[in-house]
Each structure stands twice: as structure tokens, then as C-alpha cells.
């Protein structure tokens, strides 16, 4: 048995997903989506018999928080930095994912004796 053994790939994989965490700027959860409306007014653009012209686009965000749909509309002018925070929360989730199959994967080896989960392992 060696005693100056390196930590496994697993653990090193690790490692270096909680400094990429650590290194994260803000976030939102969601996505951006362009809406385009109409107000519904006699007389408008959006109502035009012949050749009606809707409003927008409008930035919409959705996302599902604690299990429910939100959807909000952004306001003008922070497009950018919504779609910046969108993708910073999109990493995240990905290192979380990963981290979380490689603790799977790690556990399977060190707390776990039978391969078949339906049966428990026998007592001794
Ligand atoms: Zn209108």
C-alpha cells in the first residue's frame, strides 16, 4: 500500500469545481425570451387591420423557483446583464451537477457494499 499517494482524480475534480464556484459572479435562474404584444388600443399599430405591427420585442425572464413558474419582463437597458447573470447560473448548475455525480461516484466506492440497491446488505 502506498502512503504518498496522490488524492484521486475524483477528489482533484472536486477541488477544483468548489474554486470555479468560488470564483462566480452574480447570478439568475432562467432564461430570456423576446415577446412581442399587443395593447388592445382602437387606432394602434398593434390593431391595424391590414398590416398589424405588435410592440416590442420586450425581454422576457422565466424561470421556476420552489416549484412554481415566475416570468418577468427586463427592464430596458440591463439586457446585458441579464443574459450575463443567465449564464453564470447556467455554470453553476453545471459544476453543481458534476460535483454531485462525482460524490455519487465516490460514495458507490467508500459507503456502499452491494451493488444491487434493492437489497440491503446482510447482517453480520
Ligand atoms: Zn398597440
Known amino acids: ?8 482524480p475524483m477528489e482533484r475534480e472536486i477541488a477544483r469545481i468548489r474554486k470555479q464556484l468560488l470564483a462566480l459572479g452574480p447570478m439568475h435562474p432562467g432564461s430570456v425570451s423576446l415577446q412581442y404584444q399587443v395593447c388592445g388600443r382602437s387606432g394602434c399599430r398593434c390593431m391595424d387591420e391590414n398590416r398589424p405591427r405588435r410592440h416590442g420585442p420586450y425581454r422576457k425572464l422565466a424561470y421556476v423557483y420552489r416549484g412554481k413558474p415566475v416570468c418577468r419582463f427586463v427592464r430596458a437597458g440591463c439586457a446585458q446583464e441579464i443574459a450575463m447573470q443567465v449564464a453564470t447560473y447556467k455554470t453553476f448548475r453545471k459544476l453543481v451537477d458534476r460535483w454531485v455525480e462525482l460524490s455519487i461516484e465516490s460514495g458507490k466506492k467508500r459507503f456502499f457494499s452491494a451493488p444491487h440497491p434493492s437489497r440491503p446488505p446482510a447482517r453480520s
Open 1 to 8: 500500500m502506498k502512503t504518498t499517494s496522490k488524492p484521486d
